[in-house]
């Protein structure tokens, strides 16, 4: 049974936390446009963002659920629901997603299939990060 007082536990939380608590000031999550899968080194420079009729950013701040415990060692949260529906005409697909500190970018991943944009289309996503502890024994 998972339990909150095994050290692993306790740190896992609070690192989650505090990377919540981080990301829900300043930082907004985003749309890009090009064929390019992410890897740990993807900066800025790697994407190039959406910009289709209707195209906005949407703010991290109250989009993030409070931490919870997956299993001993490994915590995860959720945001909502993210939507952008394009508003005209377009050529653009949106490839994945980014959160981002303005043009510094925190986390992205590729979507399993583009969305193809055109009037009326919505871009419908959520993200989950996790947090975890290696242990070796």
């Known amino acids: ?21 981080f990301l ?37 701040a109250g989009r993030l659920s409070v931490p919870s415990k997956v299993l001993d060692g490994k915590y995860q949260f959720n945001s909502d629901t993210l939507t952008v529906i394009c508003t005209a005409p377009t050529n653009e697909k949106a490839y ?18 583009p969305f193809d944009l055109g009037t009326g289309i919505a871009v419908t996503w959520a993200v989950t990060l996790q947090e975890w502890a290696l242990s070796i024994l």
């Open 96 to 113: 994945g997603w980014f959160l981002a500190d303005g043009f510094l970018v925190k986390f992205t991943g590729r979507f399993d299939l």
């Open 24 to 60: 829900l000031v300043g930082h907004t999550f985003g749309l890009y446009q090009n064929d390019y899968t992410p890897t740990v080194a993807s900066t800025w420079a790697n994407l190039v963002e959406c910009s289709f009729p209707g195209y906005h950013r949407i703010s991290t």
């Open 1 to 21: 049974m998972a339990n909150d007082a095994i050290a692993s536990n306790l740190l896992v939380k609070e690192r989650s936390q505090q990377l919540r608590q």
